[in-house]
């Protein structure tokens, strides 16, 4: 027997995933602002799949319209993968929310409706939707599945089908276009057409949907062969105080880890840290490796370096480390790029940098792509590829001009000033960095940005230098003086 | 377990492979880094394996990172800034040199001077500049002595250039020191990059040591010279 | 006072999405900061100096000419123009770029700057300009090999930004080392600071960017705007002779459009004496013709008329249009002219219009006076929508020549839903806000029945979103600039010598049509004449229906053939049975026609007029209805107006009664009236209008006209001079109103196959005209392959055949091929139809379907199943014997038929889609019964919504119209009404609604109290048409 396990709605079942929405909801594909599947409660209201999103509001302005959810989607898809594969070593993903597991070697004394009870239970509890279908072949476990409440047992496949109609079969537009038209509504129906002439007409799709409602072609699954996924995990049953039993793990976790990366013949190039903790949240760290390796010390000293200084806001409730591989020859092009003399031990440097001086302190400068002042961000040196803004961003009249004059020192925070204004220019300068006369100044420069916002700043500034010949970048917001920065003294 | 030592030596064969098809990337075992700006390249360039202080005025000092950057680009390597008073202003600095930084930012010194120790100590980085010019002067007085000792402890058998960018002399026993000025600043308000590199004006202090400078002609052994190298070579 | 500053270079909202003012706005800054000049350089246009130059005109600035031009290297070049010789140079060198370029790239050459260079002045532009880089000597030089020493000035320019003070200094060493001027400029990109946020999103739009992410392609502050001379010279203190070079540079522009040189066609090359001459014989022979026997008061007139077209020189235009009209009546094309031209004798009698004006008693001067000076008549020709109308714009291009003729442009600007669109886009708001304001407010803006903040908190956004004060903002600033240019539906100008030296032209985005640089307005300000050649539906409907008539051997044949005042013509209208007629069709039109009962054709004439903007505003169709209706006294505000008004009882209605009651009343001259017209419809200049009323006023009080009633003068001439109707152009459309209206009742078979076979057109859909078509006994018959055409046909038992066109998805190839087989031999079995006409499967899927293959086959599923397989071309005659059978599936119930035949062909000969449901609809009251409900009973009506409509004028109010099985009902929804019931009224197809019946005079409706969504999802329905 073959049993397919079917979330119903799948891609509004994955939407309403983690969220709390009691009335009528439906899925909405983001483009065509069509509703894809809508609950209960909207279809009581009259909301059905395929009208826009306007439409539905007009019928009821209190649904909850939500826009598709992927990866929540492939989170279910895995679910229902990984409880399959508890039942039978031969899965077949057999279509998003759907998968159906070959039973054949199963006990022969298993009662097919009490598992499936229990399965529906399972899925329940973690507040999700499941149908089983249980039938001789995978085809008819699928259509089992659809029209389940919520669990369907054939035992007769052909009184079974009869009242089915065509649309579960899914088949193609075209195909269920000629159907409509033929006034051919249920499997019963188009069964009772000769056969041959139905093929000759539709063609071989014809033929592979009478397949399918036949209780004896048995198609052979196209089962999951799993993809190697260099991770480890542990959960702890006890209290974890300090991070010595972590790193415990972890290098027991790496040696065997990197034995499996050697015998494949590859390397990792990047180590994920993920610590579930006591509240459900989880502290989590992505590590790129600057020269892939397999060498355990180096991948331990990284970790090593990060739990050193790691504070967790919660006790930690397990651990999980995943390493993703990567052939070496590919990798190791970095060398080019690189003149660093050890990538590995200049990676665990920064890490120490950051540990003590803060993590956006330690890295590339990469100017803010505004007009505003003092906007950067602060980028992984190894990482420093992303993020730049493309050459090609700079407007016709903006393009930065080659960069001329003395680079300015920034004061951070800027001191605030007192300013002698006279002629509409700075005369006198007051403040903690500097004080005196000007007797040079260059400006006002103005600058203004983010007007469509409350955000909104407006900026005037002026290059000025004083008797002693140091000179300051000066700024005025609304009626408040700063000394910017300084350029000389 | 022998793969790791195997792919050790492939690695060292690989990076001889790399030195040899592009020299420029392969580090230089010189005494001196040259910088391509005249000034500061007079006397062969920046002292490697030893701490030259920079000190003199604020433009004088930008100039030197300026130069340093400059030279960064066209060799593709790469220079530590441990910005003493966190005061480096990106927008000012064209893309391509700061691709070439890494910006240590610090809030005061202690945390400066011990991230120049571990950058020293890591040793992957060929040029740290650690500045220290915006430094509050009652933070200046609290550097112990014995820290550039240790620094230059650390450096001395390496190429490393170590240079503290001061807004007057402060390390003591140095045994390079530069002064480093803009002629004149207002005017250098609109001046080009190069431009400014051309005028900087500097001028070398050095104890020399035979041991330290093997292919510096210039510097006779065993006293301390005063080379004051200064008339930039554009137009005064 | 003489100048100090003089802006040389600025961009308005006409460089689109590079500048972001209009450029009334910037003349209206100039004048505030008391600027006695202004240049306006368009980017690779001067699509905006005819709008600067008219309102300049008022305000008494110089208008100065330039352009900016993007060069074949990026570089932007801006150009003033000194002479004439220049700005045909300038407009010749756009053209060149712009007809090899494509619609929205073009570039000019640098070898082609010395051949046009003549007479233009180069200035050297901003950080974009030639000297991008500032130290690129040598594009100074090419720019002085090109232009001269002596016509190129270095542009500085200061906005008070980081770095342009070193650009500046090297670019005057630059100028000094070429003994070059230095000018000032501020790039003015809007007129005042404000004018930066629209900048920065249309920066965004051009960008397909959002604010948040575009970061410095936006402006770094908001100096572009436009300055003083003041603060322009306390901007340039360290270099004043760059101020002052502006305003010398400005006096050597002489140039302004004032004398653009435009010179009208000759016909024939005749002109002057000649010219005139052979008018007058065409006038009299058609004189001839038109009267047949000796009418003195015509034969005055027309030398009246003539006397004036010969005074003002424009003969030759009349001959040219008459010439056009020629060329369609040789050709088989309806034509008739329309517009004031039918105010003229002249035209009437060279056979461009079809009214006597002496008959109607019409005014002349509306259509030409003394006082329009250089402006030229207006004459407007309605030709047949589609083919015939290409086919005489095609004319003349051959005549003219590419660069002799051109469309107008028609300015496309932001409106409601669109500025709206960038604006969400611009302010990065949730793209499903963006898409149900879009959907709520689909038909434009109506300010008048709801706040933006109103709309924008509907469609999603709260009032209190940090970003919703800058929607608002923005949306006051972009509503109404321009957005990009279209071409105008029908307005050619033409020329004498080459038209791209007058204004550059462009290539429309429609192949084989190339389109000017001004809108119908600017080019009608600027002297250029201009030939509408409008396509009407209706007239190409007219066109098939005396084709049918000739082919049937019936009559009329032809336009003028109809006999006038026929009384069913009137109890038809007075019925309001007006679907598928001519401009009486409307809701609004349908609803007033059981009050008003026209009973002769000057009444249809009113009709017509009636249900325009103006006579509701002014509270004067009300008035009308009741002195019609005997419930109101017909009075005059003054005696002198009686003869003016008595035909209009009292009630002014036609801007022809405005131009007489103001040469009764205050002793206006005709070009006087037409001036005050002219100056109450010019919408752009409010200051123009205060002057006429006073002007009216003055002449009034002159005249002893009491000052209460002067005021009402003034005020209803006001109210409607801006949409008042021409009384000319009501009776154009008034004779082919009556013509349809004929056609409808005597003629019915012809009509409904005519207009179907011109679909879309008009309110209705082909389902509603069909339901029409069987009320009025035309019997309508499904497709099929053994009766139908490509197009309808009339049957000899006068029923319609529905044509193969009608099919959804029906390639007109095998259309065609079918329809033509048959006539060769008619079909004998499905094999001997499939193999002579070749259909593709999914023709033959909805040829079955639809049941146009019954009598073929057993039914229309028997069909579907005999022709689902492939035939081999190799297959014996025969081979499918099965096919003898009849198919083992099922004959369609009405439902499903219903269904195939909406899905197949949007219409039905079947039964209505509610009569299907009828059963289940107990309380629901038919259209048809409606008028046997007592007034103010409640009821509910339901059907399928054929027509929302929205006029313009009734506050708001929205018309909903339901189609049953019986007939049409009406709904009318108040404006608070309707916006709350926004969507489900919108967004369903069919609708429920409640409310008590309101008859007025055989005028019914429904009040809606109540509506909501009629579940009809099993059936497919055929589209409404929404607001037209």
Known sequence: MFLCLLLPDFRLQAALRWREITGPAAVVDDRADLLLEVNAAARALGITPGQTGPQAMARNGRIHLLPRAEAQEHCLNNLLVDRAMGLSPDVEHTAPGAVIADLHRAAKTLCWQQLADTLVAQFRSDALTLQVGVASTPDLALLAARGADPVAVVYDPSAFVAPLPVSALEPSEAVQQILAAWGVGTVGELLRLPRSGVVERLGAEADDLLRRVSGRHRRPLRTIRQRPEYAEAFDFDYEVETSAPLLFLLRRFLNDLTARLREAGRVARQMVLSIPLDDGSRHERTFAIPSPTADVEVLYRILDTHLETLQLPQRPTGLRLRLEDALPAKDQLQLFESALRDPNLFGETLARLKAFLGNDAVGVPIPADTHEPDRFTVKDFFSREEGRPPADSLSESDRKPALRGLPLRRCRPAPPARVVIQRGRPFGLASEIATGAVTCCAGPYRLSGTWWDPRGWEIEEWDVQLEDGAMFRLARRGRRWTVEGCYEA | MSAVPDKRGQLAALRALVAEKFPQTAPVRSGRLRTGCEALDRRGGLLRGGLTEVCGSLAGGQMVLAALLEAAVREAFWVALIDGADAFEPADWPGDQLDRLLWVRCRETGAALKAADILLRDGNLPVLLLDLQMVPERQLHRIPASTWHRFHRVIENSATVLLVLTPRPLVEGTPSRIAVKIPSPWKAMTASRRQLLDELVAQAFERGREDFFPEDREAPAGRETRTPCVVPSGAA | MKPEYIELHARSAFSFLRGGSQPEDLVKRAKDLEMPALALCDRDGVYGSARLHSAAKETGLKALVGAELTLEDGAVLPVLVKNRTGYQNLCRLITEAKLRGTKTESAVRWEELPHYGDGLIALTGDEEGVLRDPEDAAALDRLIAAFGRENVAVEIQRHLRRGEDWRNETLVALAESRRLPVVATNGVLYATPAGRQVLDVFTCIRHHTHLDAAGRLLSPNAERHLKSAAETKALFADRPEAVENTVRLAERLEFTLENLGYEFPKYNGLSGEAADACLREKVLEGYRRRYGRPHPRALRQIKRELDLIRKLGFAGYFLIVWDIVQYCKTHD???????????????????????????????????????????????????????????????????????????????????????????????????????????????????????????????????????????????????????????????????????????????????????????????????????????????????????????????????????????????????????????????????????????????????????????????????????????????????????????????????????????????????????????????????????????????????????????????????????????????????????????????????????????????????????????????????????????CTIEPDNAVRLGLRMVRGMDSAIGRRIAAERKIRPFTSLEDFRRRTEPDRPALRVLSRIGALNGLAGHRRDALWKTGFPLRSDDLPGFHLENEQPAPLPPMDAFERLEADFSGTGVTTGRHPMALIRAGLPDVTRAGDLSFVPNGQQVRIAGLVICRQRPGTAKGVVFVSLEDETGVANAVLYAPFFEKHRLVVTQERFLLIEGPVQNERGAIHVLARRVQALPYEACATPGSHDFR
């Open chain 3, 333 to 791: 094309i309806l034509v008739q002219g329309r517009g004031s031209a039918a105010n003229s004798v002249v035209c009437y009698c060279l056979g461009i219009t079809a009214c006597d004006p002496i008959a109607y008693n019409l005014l002349f001067e509306r259509f030409l006076s003394e006082g329009r000076g250089n402006s030229w008549p207006d004459i407007d020709l309605d030709l047949p929508s589609g083919e015939r109308r290409e086919q005489v714009i095609q004319e003349v291009y051959r005549r003219y020549g590419k660069h002799g003729a051109a469309m107008t442009a028609n300015v496309i600007t932001y409106r409601g839903r669109s500025a709206m669109r960038e604006i969400g886009k611009a302010l990065h708001l949730p793209a499903d806000i963006i898409d149900r304001f879009s959907s709520l407010f689909a038909n434009g803006d109506f300010p008048h029945t709801i706040e933006f903040l109103d709309q924008l908190r509907q469609a999603g956004l709260p009032p209190d979103h940090p970003r919703a004060a800058a929607a608002a903002t923005l949306y006051r600033q972009i509503r109404g600039l321009p957005r990009h240019l279209g071409q105008h539906s029908g307005g050619m100008i033409i020329c004498q010598n080459a038209l791209s030296s007058v204004v550059p032209l462009e290539n429309a985005s429609m192949p084989g049509r190339v389109v000017a640089q001004w809108d119908k307005d600017d080019c009608e300000d600027l002297g250029i004449v201009k030939v509408d050649l409008l396509g009407l539906g209706m007239m190409a409907a007219m066109q098939d229906i005396f084709a049918l008539c000739r082919e049937r051997q019936g009559w009329p044949a032809e336009f003028d053939r109809i006999p006038k005042e026929d009384p069913q013509v009137y109890t038809m209208l007075q019925r309001a049975d007006t679907i598928g007629t001519f401009q009486v069709e409307s809701r609004a039109q349908m609803a007033t026609l059981p009050r008003f009962r026209p009973a002769c054709f000057y009444d249809i004439v009113m009709q017509v007029a009636i249900i325009r903007p103006g006579p509701i505003q002014g509270g004067m169709l009300s008035s009308l209805m009741a002195r019609r209706e005997g419930k109101e006294k017909v009075t005059y505000l003054d005696d002198r107006l009686k003869p003016t008004l008595e035909r209009t009882l009292g009630v002014p209605l036609f801007q022809e009664q405005l131009l007489k009651m103001a040469m009764d009343i205050a002793g206006f001259s005709g070009s006087e009236a037409e001036e005050l017209r002219r100056a109450l419809s010019f919408h752009r200049s409010h200051e123009r209008m205060d002057r006429v009323c006073e002007k009216l006023r003055a002449a009034m009080a002159e005249r002893d006209v009491k000052p209460e009633v002067a005021e009402q003068i003034v005020k209803s001439i006001q109210s409607f001079a801006v949409y008042g109707f021409p009384e000319s152009h009501a009776i154009s459309f008034a004779l082919i109103a009556y013509a349809s209206c004929w056609l409808k009742v005597h003629r019915a078979p012809e009509f409904y196959t005519a207009l179907l076979n011109n679909q879309p057109m008009g309110f209705y859909s082909s389902a509603t005209l069909i339901q029409d078509a069987r009320a009025h006994g035309v019997k309508v018959r499904p497709v099929s392959v053994l009766h139908s055409d490509w197009d």
